[in-house]
């Protein structure tokens, strides 16, 4: 995605520097390929500002397991082998801001494609919500099928191992409830590169569209340890320090061995 919007790689910034927006309120979009951990730069922006983060895939499962009315309806078209239409996963996200008390908040996971990006961006609108931030974090494809091919997970908690960075005190055994762990069928080199490839056929007029409204940030790197400090100093820069937990800012770690799981793989 070379060219578009503005680009991090180490401490250097490129192209459309933005002005400073200082203390505007956060309504930040998240994007990144499967394995590029947008999950747990999800979880340390809750940590580390008053942000209310929003997985699109979580909420679904939620309205499902609760048997609320739109949850129903999804459900349905679930059941029948059909994805979830746009209009009912932009009627649950609008929904879920309409509960949050902070006005802060950071979507994950939708949309996907240009004509969601357009329909969510329409009803957002309407609601006096627009996004006023896209990240996307862009991490090399070997760092990303080595994390894939690496990786172990116990199915019934959801942990997730890795053999380079997080390994099970015991070889093949969770931590906790020392059961087996398994690899999920698509944790193979050859399918995951699959899976990448379309995403960036989906991703890249994505990128293009938010880039054109002057609302695109892309960080590069290897690590979560190495993006997320460049992430840190584009809000505080764009949305001021009052938007940041003032209460002891957390060190810095390696997330995943703390078994927070890259929800988005």
Not at 117 to 124: H, R, Y
Request: include cysteine.
């Amino acid at each position: 995605m070379i060219g578009l919007g503005r680009q991090f790689h180490g401490s250097t910034c490129v192209k459309n520097a933005s002005p400073t927006m200082g203390n505007m309120v956060m309504r930040i979009l998240l994007l990144g390929s499967p394995g590029s951990g947008k999950g747990t730069q999800s979880s340390r922006l809750q940590k580390n500002f008053n942000v209310a983060a929003i997985s699109s895939g979580d909420l679904l499962r939620r309205n499902i397991a609760n048997g609320t009315e739109i949850g129903k309806f999804a459900a349905k078209e679930i059941e029948r082998g059909a994805y979830v239409s746009d209009n009912i996963m932009i009627e649950l996200i609008t929904n879920e801001l309409r509960t949050i008390k902070r006005k802060n908040w950071l979507l994950d996971g939708f949309p996907r494609t240009i004509n969601q990006a357009i329909a969510l961006d329409d009803n957002l609108s309407l609601t006096g919500q627009p996004l006023n931030l896209v990240i996307n974090l862009q991490v090399p494809e070997e760092v990303i099928l080595q994390r894939i091919m690496d990786r172990w997970v116990h199915v019934p908690s959801g942990r997730v191992y890795n053999l380079s960075y997080n390994p099970p005190k015991r070889p093949g055994l969770d931590d906790v409830t020392g059961e087996k762990l398994s690899k999920r069928t698509d944790d193979n080199a050859e399918i995951f590169k699959i899976r990448l490839q379309k995403h960036r056929e989906l991703t890249e007029p994505l990128l293009e569209y938010y880039s054109k409204r002057n609302m695109l940030v892309t960080f590069t790197g290897s690590t979560s340890d190495e993006i997320y400090p460049k992430i840190e100093g584009e809000l505080l820069r764009r949305f001021g320090v009052e938007n940041f937990n003032q209460g002891g800012r957390p060190e810095i770690v390696n997330e995943e061995a703390n078994n927070i799981p890259l929800n988005d793989v």
